[in-house]
């Protein structure tokens, strides 16, 4: 019995307790102060409201003038300038939160915690505008910043030299905006740049084994207006210099990237569905065109090319690439064990693509094209009433269909053939010709002035005869006298028919 009594008190005295405490933790929780042996940095704000911390914060910490470090160099950066500053509000709140934001029997357990002296650390959060604290940064790295440089070929008539490499160094400036952000929290205010070297992605050691041209091919510009010839000179500077190792692909589109005004592209003549029209990037397909006759002719892998829906004026039906945002891409791929090398420039009109390499993989090939099925285009014809009947007018020029093979043929040092590969079929779809017939009938003459004449005739005949027989008893004096007048009225009547026909010509010239 005594056990049991002494069992019965343990349990009323730890329940009591455990009462207690949940009690007291209950009361800490639902007070308006911040938990006991709370620390925003080095200042304990436990025990203190919201407001009496946010005072007490606000004497100890004030953001001051940043300043950036680079070997022997400085820059000042007035916080203001790039809306950097402590969110004290925020701050304030995370730490009221230490024992309020979790279930009840996790809060009790942090108040408990906090109440026996286990202290709660809590960070200052920093508010900072990244955009500009990074064009700062951008200003700075252009003053420590080393440009990196790749090997390049430079060729003169058949020699070719290769340049030599060069690490660049720049500011990692994401790296340096979060080393900024730990060491504001810990009252910190300068910091060191984070500085990266970076390597040449073109080594003089890579092009070493590159000693020949394998293969190059040129297009004339039919074409030369401004915006056309700029984006020549776009996407021939951007696809030049590439270095592919053996096994990797080149693709056109990735290399130009998109055609808009963003990237630098103006409005040139471009091809849609199969109409000329104005859009931006008009001329890229030349130099992928030209580009693609160079990889053929060097004996590279064709791993994607598509040919226009209009035959090309600056190369053979069977040879162009046409490429565009929308996925229609050229893509060949290094399939020697050397590395290659491409160059691409435009001057004075001419476009110029070259694909460099090793010797031992430099072939004899022609390309040759098959045009394969030619299909008439289809006329449309529309009856025109304004067109004269049995006229006709083109109001659009019809194309016929062309469908093209493509082959590269190898020879060897004997110009023998050893090898024939078809590369590509090409389809240019016909385009309707449209013809207007005409329809309009022709006007007939007028013959008004002409009817009377006759009306005229026929009065002056009727006048005649009623004269003769008034007269019929009359001498012969004066029968003489009429036939003179009957001779004079039928010389008027022969006058009036001449007159007629006159008349008559000339409504027909009209």
């Known amino acids: ?275 000329a029209v104005q859009g931006v990037g008009g001329g890229v397909c030349q130099v992928s065109t030209t580009l693609y006759n160079a990889v053929l002719y060097a004996g590279l892998d064709i791993v994607n090319v598509s040919n226009h829906s209009i035959p090309s004026n600056y190369v053979d039906k069977g040879r162009d690439a046409v490429v565009s945002d929308s996925g229609l891409d050229f893509v060949f791929k290094n399939d020697y064990d050397k590395p290659v090398y491409i160059k691409n420039y435009y001057n004075n009109g001419t476009i110029t693509c070259q694909v460099y390499g090793n010797n031992k993989e430099k072939q004899n090939i022609k390309i040759s094209t098959s045009i394969d099925k030619v299909t008439k285009a289809p006329t449309k014809e529309e009856k025109d009433p304004t067109l004269e009947k049995g006229k006709e007018k083109i109001l659009e020029f019809g194309r016929d269909s062309y469908s093209v093979s493509t082959y590269r043929i190898y020879y060897d040092e004997n110009g023998k053939e050893v090898n024939k590969e078809k590369v590509a079929s090409s389809f240019y779809p016909s385009k309707q010709k449209v013809v207007a017939i005409g329809t309009k009938k022709e006007e007939k003459p007028a013959k008004k002035e002409a009817n009377s004449s006759e009306k005229e005739k026929n009065d002056s005949t009727t006048t005649d005869n009623s004269n003769k027989d008034s007269n019929k008893n009359e001498d012969k004096n004066e029968e003489k006298d009429n036939k003179e007048n009957n001779s004079e009225k039928e010389s008027n009547s022969n006058n009036n028919d001449n007159d007629l026909k006159e008349e008559d010509i000339s409504v027909e010239k009209e």
């Open 1 to 275: 019995m005594k056990n049991l009594k002494g069992i019965n008190l343990a349990i009323i005295i730890l329940s009591s307790i455990l009462i207690l405490t949940f009690g007291f933790c209950y009361m800490q929780i639902n007070n308006d102060k911040i938990a006991k042996n709370t620390y925003i940095k080095d200042v304990n704000v436990g025990n203190l409201s919201k407001e009496d911390a946010k005072e007490k914060i606000l004497n100890e910490y004030k953001m001051n003038t940043i300043t950036f470090k680079y070997n022997d160099k400085t820059w000042h950066i007035n916080p203001n300038d790039i809306d950097t500053n402590y969110d004290i509000e925020q701050t304030i709140d995370n730490a009221y939160k230490v024992n309020r934001s979790k279930n009840i029997f996790s809060n009790i357990v942090d108040t408990l915690k906090s109440t026996f002296g286990i202290k709660n650390q809590i960070s200052l959060i920093v508010d900072c505008d990244e955009a500009k604290v990074t064009s700062q940064l951008e200003k700075i790295s252009q003053e420590v910043s080393v440009s990196m440089k790749d090997a390049k070929l430079d060729v003169s008539g058949n020699n070719i030299e290769i340049s030599q490499d060069k690490a660049g160094l720049q500011v990692d400036i994401s790296a340096t905006i979060s080393n900024l952000k730990k060491s504001l929290q810990k009252g910190i205010f300068e910091e060191s740049l984070v500085i990266i070297k970076v390597e040449p992605k073109i080594k003089k050691e890579d092009l070493k084994d590159i000693n020949t041209l394998l293969g190059s091919y040129q297009t004339v510009l039919v074409d030369v207006s401004p915006g056309r010839i700029e984006n020549i000179k776009i996407a021939t500077q951007r696809t030049s210099g590439v270095l592919l190792m053996p096994g990797e692909e080149f693709s056109y589109n990735k290399h130009t990237g998109l055609r808009t005004v963003k990237n630098g592209y103006k409005n040139a003549t471009v091809i849609v569905r199969g109409e």
